[in-house]
């Protein structure tokens, strides 16, 4: 009987808990360590932000009216669908329900730990009698007393999420601004920004979003991005501005285009770095970047630890369905019944890869962006492990909204659709 560890109670720590209890033959119950008193991770919205009475962050970045961007059809895991009543796109009060009932079903509370914090997880090598040496992980965790605890496991998931710690670009002179300078992590509602003028950095699911959140309650967005410029139609209080290149002397921003602007406000809304403070990454033959973790056999599994799992780093997915995936195969390969390459053979597959897409023009920080690679990426998952693959339908939907998304970035959300068929999904109204 393997044990496995599960680091964090978000859907990733679910998922891997839900799936290793339900093949008892071959896994003892999990032990899932969650650093906060409930479910759900990113979805177990806070009013607060910064840090708890305990001093320890605020590890969501859930803002208050937050509604889903993708429809709970293709966000739902494939064996557990959202309650049929329910919208498309679901206020994240919904996902957090949705979780906790995911949860309950399927008996995993008795196996969480909260209030729990990894400090450290660290390979060992054990020589049982007549065997072979293999590496066991030792888990040390501590609770809010402080008491920490150390125990030994065949297995660790990681599933600790990576939209936590903020990335926060350097911009030369920001010291010389005299506004409120926050990030999306710490943004929670609108009202507070009324009348102000605020320069939203970043113009992806976040950016968007907030800026039209602000623009909403009568703030003047200057939404600033280094893409080509947006042409669909933004509501009337954002204008579009370059990429932030400095602050000036006088405290004002200057943009790439040599424009300047004063504002009230400075919002990153610039993404998350990765952050393990629990690992150690040289001793795992790792190296974690902000934006990057490699090399990662399958985005999962770093080629001189194979009993190790990091569940749910790849960007622009559909989160439950590829966590799905990914929690199966790396069972799989836990039973035994996928075999992984070598060591050698591993590394070499992963500097391939990430050297084709670095010679396709790929940016480094872009590396682990699946889009749309997810989709043979779960086949080839489940082509391997043996487990059945995700209907044809996710995808067509996922790109379908995807398209919606670029016409009407405002109110794309007000569409329903329902599923027919492993192929086939329907508009409802
Ligand atoms: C603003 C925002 C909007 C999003 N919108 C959507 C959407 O519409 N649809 C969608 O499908 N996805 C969306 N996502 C992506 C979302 O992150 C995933 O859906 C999913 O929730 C990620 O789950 P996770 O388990 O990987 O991480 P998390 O949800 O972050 O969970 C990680 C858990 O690990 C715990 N933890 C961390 N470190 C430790 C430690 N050292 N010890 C113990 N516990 C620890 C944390 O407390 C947390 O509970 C959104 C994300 C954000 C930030
Ligand atoms: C976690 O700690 C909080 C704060 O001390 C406490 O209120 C809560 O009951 C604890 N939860 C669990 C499940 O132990």
Do not use: H, M, Q
């Given at each position: 009987m393997l044990r496995v560890a599960v680091v964090g109670a978000g859907a990733a720590g679910l998922c891997a808990a839900r799936h290793v209890l339900s093949r008892p033959g071959c896994f003892a119950p999990p032990v899932v360590f969650e650093?906060?008193?409930?479910?759900?991770?990113?979805?177990?919205?806070?009013?607060?932000?910064?840090?708890y009475d305990s001093g320890r962050p605020v590890h969501s970045s859930m803002y208050r009216d937050l509604r889903t961007n993708l429809p709970k059809e293709v966000m739902m895991f494939p064996d557990f669908p959202f309650d049929p009543q329910l919208s498309s796109f679901l206020p994240h009060q919904e996902v957090q329900r949705y979780l906790e009932r995911y949860c309950q079903s399927h008996g995993i509370r008795p196996h969480i730990r909260f209030n729990t914090t990894v400090e450290s997880v660290k390979p060992i090598v054990v020589t049982a009698e007549g065997e072979e040496e293999r590496t066991a992980w030792e888990v040390t965790s501590s609770d809010l007393s402080g008491r920490q605890k150390t125990e030994t496991f065949d297995s660790v998931f990681v599933c600790s999420g990576h939209y936590s710690d903020p990335h926060i670009p350097h911009i030369p002179g920001i010291e010389k601004f005299t506004g409120t300078v926050l990030h999306s992590h710490s943004y929670r509602f609108a009202e507070p920004f009324s009348g102000q003028s605020v320069v939203v950095l970043g113009a992806k699911a976040s950016g968007l979003d907030i800026s039209i959140e602000l623009a909403k309650v009568g703030a003047q967005v200057t939404l600033s991005h280094r893409r080509p410029r947006l042409t669909f139609p933004l509501p009337s209080g954002i204008r579009q501005a370059t990429s932030v290149e400095a602050v000036d002397d006088k405290g004002r921003i200057r943009f790439q285009d040599g424009s300047v602007t004063e504002a009230d406000v400075l919002m990153f809304c610039t993404g998350y770095n990765f952050r393990?403070?629990?690992?150690d990454a040289a001793q795992l033959g790792l190296e974690i970047q902000d934006h990057m973790i490699s090399p990662l056999y399958r985005f999962m599994v770093p080629p001189a630890f194979p009993s190790l799992f990091f569940i749910g780093?790849?960007?622009?997915?559909?989160p439950f369905p590829n966590f799905n995936c990914q929690v199966q195969f790396a069972l799989a390969v836990l039973a035994g019944s996928v075999t992984l390459p070598t060591r050698a053979q591993m590394e070499d597959e992963v500097r391939r890869e990430l050297q084709v897409k670095l010679e396709r023009g790929v940016q480094h920080r872009h590396l682990l962006i699946l889009d749309q690679d997810q989709w043979e990426y779960c086949n080839m998952l489940s082509r391997s492990a043996g487990f059945s693959p995700l209907p044809p339908v996710i995808r067509s939907l996922f790109e379908e909204v995807h398209q919606q998304r670029q016409i009407h970035p405002g109110n794309y959300r007000k569409l329903n659709y329902r599923l027919i068929s492993d192929t086939q999904w329907e508009l409802i109204d």
């Open positions: 650093l906060s008193d409930s479910v759900g991770g990113t979805w177990c919205y806070d009013e607060r932000a910064g840090t393990f403070p629990f690992l780093i790849c960007k622009i997915i559909c």
